[in-house]
């Protein structure tokens, strides 16, 4: 009985790191689409929260402890994907059409 109780807690400990690993990293600005490439499972039903109040595409988003995350601010042109390791980030407005 012993051996089934430490081998389930050494499971379930090596679950919970290896889980944690695929969340935001810490302090970096994620686009709503970047979350949900890094973790769909672990953020859309958050992402999801938000979209009730039309708060989800274009939105840049804060990653907190524990892959948390919370509201940055709105794109108004887009969100634009930084790279890995790197904020995502708001781009500026860019006229296609001589000044549009």
Same mark, same amino acid.
């Given at each position: 009985?012993?051996?089934?109780?430490?081998?389930?807690?050494?499971?379930?400990?090596?679950?919970?790191?290896?889980?944690?690993?695929?969340?935001?990293?810490?302090?970096?600005?994620?686009?709503?689409?970047?979350?949900?490439?890094? /973790? /769909?499972?672990?953020?859309?039903?958050?992402? /999801?929260?938000?979209?009730?109040?039309?708060?989800?595409? /274009?939105?840049?988003?804060?990653?907190?402890?524990?892959?948390?995350?919370?509201?940055?601010?709105?794109?108004?042109?887009?969100?634009?994907?930084?790279?890995?390791?790197?904020?995502?980030?708001?781009?500026?407005?860019?006229?296609?059409?001589?000044?549009?």
């Amino acid at each position: 009985m012993k051996f089934t109780t430490v081998i389930t807690a050494a499971t379930l400990a090596f679950a919970g790191s290896t889980a944690a690993a695929n969340h935001c990293t810490q302090g970096l600005k994620y686009c709503s689409t970047t979350l949900l490439y890094v /973790d /769909d499972a672990f953020y859309r039903p958050k992402l /999801d929260a938000y979209e009730k109040f039309n708060i989800f595409r /274009d939105y840049l988003w804060n990653c907190n402890a524990n892959g948390q995350i919370s509201l940055a601010e709105k794109c108004r042109y887009g969100c634009a994907n930084g790279g890995v390791g790197k904020n995502d980030f708001c781009p500026p407005f860019q006229p296609r059409f001589g000044g549009e």
